[in-house]
Nanobody
């Protein structure tokens, strides 16, 4: 089992920045690929970003490219999502997730999920 706890969400104005953190505990964090997902009201959960075990490979959904950066610190069992130039459409609950040997980035590939943190971007 891997337990994941997100933090860093909040209310921010359009154009502002936030950094989300997700701390993992339980099994060896560095063995897991990590992802950030989000779910807006009335919408399905979607992948935002993904990072492999050593941080050498990342993926971003098109709508956040150039604005969001995913990174990880395996020594601290933490994955980050730096978000800048935030837009109202970024408003959602953000979840981090962990999975093993992920080749297709889809929520079904991730085995462990955090509880989520709310991000609200006001215009």
């Amino acid at each position: 089992q891997v337990q994941l706890v997100e933090s860093g969400g909040g209310l921010v104005q359009v154009g502002g920045s936030l950094r989300l953190s997700c701390v993992g505990s339980g099994r060896t964090f560095s063995n897991y690929d990590m992802g950030w997902f989000r779910q807006a009201p009335g919408k399905e959960r979607e992948v935002v970003a993904h990072i492999n075990t050593n941080g050498g490979t990342t993926y971003y959904t098109d709508s956040v490219k150039g604005r969001f950066t995913i990174s990880r610190d395996n020594a601290k069992n933490t994955v980050f999502l730096q978000m800048s130039s935030l837009k109202p459409e970024d408003t959602a609950i953000y979840y981090c997730a962990a999975g093993s040997r992920i080749t297709i980035i889809h929520e079904r590939a991730y085995d462990y999920w955090g509880q989520g943190t709310q991000v609200t971007v006001s215009s």
